[in-house]
Every structure is written in C-alpha cells, then in structure tokens.
C-alpha cells in the first residue's frame, strides 16, 4: 500500500514520498508506536516541513513471539489523531472506571423490581444474576478483541471490530442501526428523563409556593438540551472523564438514595409479592419475554467499551486490557451494589404496586413524597438530572466521532474549533427535536432495544470466535456458541413480544405534545 510503513525487526525502513500531512507532535512523537491509532491508511503521516527520522526499535522479545509479528503489520492511521475519541491516549484504570460505571447505570435500573412482579422472588434474582453474569462476560470478550496481534490493529470503535470480523456489508446490516440507536436513541431518551425530572425538581423547591409561572415541559427539554450542548464542548473523550466522575458518582448516590428511603420507610400498606398472571397463555408467556427485555436493558455501555478503551496508550509490556479490565471490575462492582438492592429492596417494599412507568423514582415520590424530606427529594432529582448530562456526553461521543471523520477524512487536518462546536450543537438540538416531536419514543423502547441488545449480549461472543478460533468442541468454543445464539433468540421474542405490546395494548400517538 502506498505511503505506509511497515516495521520489522529484521527490515529496513523506507519512506514513500507524498504531501506533507501536519499532526499534533504528541501523536507523532509516541514513547511507542502502539500508543499511537493503528489502522490501516493510505495516508503517511510527518510533521509538516521536516524531514521524518524513524529508527527500528529495540524489543526484549523473542524473534517469534505474537507481538512481534503484530508490529510488522502495524500501521498508522493519521485521520486518529484528530478525532474525539482517539485524540488523546493517556487514559487509565481510574479513567475507565469513570466512564464505565457513568455508562453502565442509568434510569431504566429503577424499573427492575417490575421485572420482579411477572418472575417473583425466586426466578427474580436468578435471572438478574444470570444476567449480570452473562453482560460482564461479553464486557471481558470486548476488552480482550479491542487489540489483535495478528494483524497490529486497535479497533478503537464498535464498527470497526464488526467490519473487521462480519466484513463491511454484513456489519453494516447487523451492527450499523443498533450502535446509532444505542448512541443517538439514548440521548433523545436522556432529553426526556432529564426534561422530566427538571420539572419534579422545580416542584420539590417551590413547593407550590412560587407565584412565577413554571416552565412548561417542553421548555424543560429545551433547557436540559441547552446545558448538555454547551457541556459537549469538551473536545474528546479523555477531556470529559472528570464528568463521567461526576455522573458515576450521582448515578451512584441517586440509586443509593432511593432504595435506602424505600426500605428505611418499610412496605407499604396491602403489599403483595403474588407473580401477576395474565388472563390468557399467550399474554402470561410475553409478559415473561417483556421482563426478561426488562433485566437486559438494566445494563448498558457495551457499544462504547471498545471506544473508552481506544483512550488509553498501549505497548509492548503494558497491553491496554489490563488496566480495561482493572477499572471494569471497579465500576461493575458498584453497578452490582446499586442494581441488587435496587430491584431486591425495591420489590420488598412495593410488591406489586411498584409503578410500571419511572419505576423506584416514580413509587418514592408517589408513596414518600410527604413523608420524606424535601431535602432528600431534591437531591435525588438533582442528581438524576446532573447524571444525565453527563450520561449524555459520553453517549453522544461515538455520533460526534462520526460526524468529524467526514471533514477530517476529507480535509487531513484537524476540524476547527468552532466547526465542531457548530456540528454538536446541532446534534444536540436535533436530539431536542426528536423528544418534542415524538414523545412516544418510549412506548417503542421494547421494540426498538430488542433489535439493539445482540450488540450487549451476542455479537462479542460471534466476534471472539472469528478472530481467536477457538478448537471446535472445546469448552470455550461451546460457551460462545451458545451464548451467542441465545443472546439472538433472546433479541427475537423481545422483538416479537414488543410487536405483540403494541399491537394489543397500542400506542398513544402524539406528535409535537409531549407530556
């Protein structure tokens, strides 16, 4: 390929000749070349008006060894250095933990104990357990693929690992409209939650004593949309990882908050833990379909784990995994402590009567909101909303990522300042649009994140085949096998029992009036 080196240890190195291409000097001048983006370009990439000095290095591996046959594959990438995601690469565990744990606990964690009321106690907590287990399985898989010591490559984005392993076309099909859901779909959704509990946190300060006339709710959008656009200014991933703390920490406090004012206030009056049953076969089996869709949408964040990751440097003796995996465990450990109490208090003090819509924050303020105090009532809608914003820029990252590729593709340079300011607000706004003019988006979620959760628990299982080519037969070839079919028959009833939702109950259309 033209214009693109190869490093071997045995082979001198030669420079095709073509335009100078300018790069920020801390991309071209990496302690490694792994820290560096490794994919495959037709662009060679030096400092502009210098003449390029690159030497062999030195490794303190044997001749044969995996990483030394991946780094005479390893090319470099200039459009990478350039873009949100992979801008900066001095990532680390701590960082990791951040953006994992602001992007694996959302709102929809508060709807668990409804699952709970179609499974009952017993078949609850096992297939939230299995659940668990199977979503931090599929996260050790991602982490694993994100770097290949067959060909040298990071895939630093979601897309990349599917085309690289289905092939572009097949990806495209399988993986393309999941990943846009999961990061444009989840935005709108956050506009929605955090319009919404805006105007609960309005109330719980006023107290009906303010004499001003309050926002109305689509104004709440428009203000919620208003502080996450100016928020997504930070140029990439690594700039916001002091807001992912942020987001990790309220995420943390607010689900904390709720189910301990739950349990703290005991059951409420007539509770019962009896399993709903529904009136006919057909409607008792979908509503075990529509719980089990309840338990796996409670866990979020895969389609950007590959991209948290693409933040951190990389070489020889300090693989990126292993500080991955580290801030992994550290987030997913908090995730467990807020999601078990969650759904296991949250049944225990609602049973039945938990509300199908908002879940534990819609039960708090329904069965507590006069007893408890507003301080704690406040807060905990503080801190929906404060998590919200943050959970937006991380989720909104990948779509910013693609949107700058175009110009930086295009152009070979980075895009200016004021350009990329102008490309996110209009992402923002335009997320703002879709809650106005469809607010029954939710009402769709089932339908629409059954064909979004192969990404979650299938496709890492598929891919880690493909790429390591496990013996057949073995133990590990059978587990992903397995998993990775369930995880497509799992999305195809939630697709069907979805259909089934609003073919029977319907679905209140209402374009522009939202409520």
């Not at 067959?150 to 993986?175: N, P, V």
């Not at 329904?366 to 807060?379: A, Y």
Request: charged letters at 10%; hydrophobic letters at 45%.
């Amino acid at each position: 390929m033209g214009g693109v080196n190869e490093i071997g240890s045995n082979k001198a190195v030669s420079v095709a000749t073509t335009p100078p291409i300018s790069a920020p000097p801390s991309q071209f001048h990496s302690p490694s070349l792994s820290r560096s983006p490794l994919l495959a370009s037709d662009d060679h990439i030096q400092p502009a008006n210098k003449t390029p000095r690159i030497s062999t290095p030195r490794f303190g591996t044997p001749l044969g060894s995996p990483i030394r046959r991946a780094l005479q594959l390893t090319r470099l990438d200039p459009h990478d250095a350039w873009l949100p995601i992979t801008e900066s690469r001095n990532g680390n565990a701590y960082y990791a933990a951040f953006h994992t744990l602001c992007s694996g606990i959302g709102i929809q964690a508060l709807v668990l104990p409804v699952a709970f009321t179609i499974l009952g106690w017993t078949w609850g907590i096992i297939t939230l357990t299995l659940a668990f287990i199977w979503q931090l399985y599929t996260l050790y898989l991602l982490v694993q693929l994100h770097e290949s010591t067959e060909t040298g490559m990071r895939y630093s984005r979601y897309m990349q690992l599917c085309s690289a392993t289905f092939g572009e076309k097949l990806a495209k099909w399988l993986a393309l409209f999941p990943i846009m859901y999961l990061s444009g779909g989840t935005c709108v959704a956050l506009i929605i939650i955090g319009g919404q509990t805006c105007k609960m946190f309005f109330d719980v300060i006023c107290g009906g004593m303010c004499t001003a006339q309050p926002p109305t709710i689509v104004e709440w959008f428009l203000i919620f949309t208003s502080a996450a656009v100016l928020l997504s200014q930070l140029p990439n991933l690594n700039s916001i990882a002091g807001v992912s703390l942020i987001g990790a920490i309220t995420a943390f406090g607010y689900c904390t908050l709720i189910w301990v004012v739950s349990v703290i206030e005991g059951r409420t009056e007539g509770v019962s833990y009896n399993p709903v049953r529904g009136s006919t076969e057909v409607t008792r089996i979908f509503d075990v379909f529509n719980t089990l869709g309840i338990v796996s949408f409670a866990f979020r964040g895969h389609n950007l784990i590959l991209e948290i990751q693409a933040t951190m440097p990389s070489d020889e003796k300090h693989p990126s995994s292993v500080p991955m995996w580290k801030g992994v465990k550290i987030a997913y450990t908090l995730v467990a402590m807020c999601l078990f109490p969650l759904a296991i208090g949250g049944y225990w003090a609602y049973g039945q009567r938990i509300p199908e819509n908002g879940g534990m924050l819609t039960a708090l303020f329904v069965f507590h909101g006069k007893g408890t105090s507003q301080f704690i009532l406040g807060l905990t809608s503080l801190f929906v909303i404060i998590n919200a914003l943050s959970s937006f820029q991380i989720y909104g990252m990948p779509t910013f990522d693609d949107m700058e590729s175009v110009y930086v593709k295009k152009k070979k340079k980075a895009l200016p300042w004021w350009f990329r300011a102008i490309l996110r607000a209009m992402f923002g706004y335009g997320c703002f649009f879709v809650a106005v003019a469809i607010p029954f988006l939710a009402s769709l979620a089932g339908l629409v994140g059954g064909i979004a959760l192969p990404v979650t628990l299938a496709y890492p299982c598929f891919m880690w085949l493909k790429v390591k080519k496990p013996k057949a037969f073995t133990p590990i070839w059978c587990l992903n096998w397995v998993l990775g079919l369930l995880g497509m028959a799992l999305s195809g009833v939630l697709v069907a029992a979805g259909i089934y939702v609003i073919i029977d109950t319907g679905v209140e259309v209402s374009f522009f009036d939202p409520r």
